[in-house]
């Protein structure tokens, strides 16, 4: 089975976490794939490009 991710033009990768569904304003349901960046490379160093400004994943 292949790895469900997503590489952005960083480098950064983003590996598969859940579905979730989200009703917009209209009522309308939309269906997400939640994607959550790797923390750490290869060498666990941590990837300051994988976190947001407060220091959470993107």
Known sequence: ??????????GIRFNFKAYRKRTDKYGFQRDFKEYVAEK????HELIPDA????GNLK
């Open 1 to 10: 089975m292949e790895d469900d991710c997503y590489i952005n033009p960083k």
């Open 51 to 54: 976190l947001t400004p407060k």
């Open 40 to 43: 750490y490379d290869e060498n």
